[in-house]
């Protein structure tokens, strides 16, 4: 009964490493979006998309980017790691409004916990 | 800028010892408050979605309520079993296109048998 699928569990990654984060739904939801999660930091926005191509930065964008080229997938990209961006990644979907204002909240994933080294 | 603030940071229960778990907002607009249940190690859970102040959703042992400034979540005869971190989050009616949210940092809870 897995509706958002994050790709890896754990990652352990070098410093100055690409990294990407892969994230899958299969409820045909118009928006995802990739958070962090940091003890004491709380949940954290870093982008998020309400549609294939479309992409819009959170409220700590700095240092990722993202790609969504299906309506079903969006990946996180970390273009050259650091040790400040070990973190637990966690990827969300939802479904827009409904016309009636009835929102069914977020499907988040597992998460992926990186380590940068 | 929207806030949201949770407290306490951490409770510890006696299994059957009712309590309140408290997120207090401040947002240009409420669009919805939003309660999540998360699992070590795992993605939160949606537990429930409110939109004006009076309103109440309930779910099991727990029953969510909103004022104009705060929600609660109340927790009734708790089991260990409802031990997780629980979390509030905000959207507000300024966000165009897609519907991000705001988190507070969440209430760590511990229900002792």
């Known amino acids: 009964d897995v509706k958002v699928t994050q790709s890896s569990r754990y990652l352990v990654k070098r410093t100055g490493e690409k990294v990407f984060l892969e994230c899958v739904q299969d409820m045909d939801h118009e928006n995802m979006f990739w958070y962090r999660q940091d003890p004491g930091l709380g949940l954290r926005l870093i982008y998020f998309?309400?549609?294939?191509?479309?992409?819009e930065k959170g409220d700590i964008p700095e240092g990722y980017s993202v790609s969504r080229e299906k309506k079903e997938r969006f990946s996180l990209i970390l273009e050259s790691a650091s040790t400040n961006q070990t973190s637990m990644y966690l990827c969300?979907?939802?479904?827009?409004?409904?016309?009636?204002?009835?929102?069914?909240?977020?499907?988040f994933g597992s998460g992926t916990r990186l380590t940068v080294v | 800028e929207d806030q949201v603030t949770q407290s306490p940071e951490a409770l510890r229960l006696q299994e059957g010892e009712s309590s309140s778990l408290n997120c207090s907002y401040t947002v240009s607009g409420l669009r919805g408050l939003f309660w999540y249940r998360q699992d070590p190690g795992k993605g939160p859970e949606f537990l429930f979605t409110?939109?004006?102040a009076g309103e109440e959703k309930e779910k099991e042992r727990l029953k969510a309520t909103l004022t104009k400034k705060e929600s609660f979540l109340h927790i009734t005869a708790p089991k260990p079993e409802d031990s997780a971190t629980y979390l509030c989050a905000v959207q507000a009616d300024s966000v165009g296109g897609a519907d991000g949210l705001t988190f507070g940092k969440g209430t760590h809870l511990i229900i002792q048998p």
């Open positions: 409110l939109y004006s």
């Open positions: 998309s309400y549609d294939v191509k479309m992409k």
């Open positions: 969300a979907s939802s479904s827009p409004y409904h016309f009636s204002g009835v929102h069914y909240g977020y499907t």
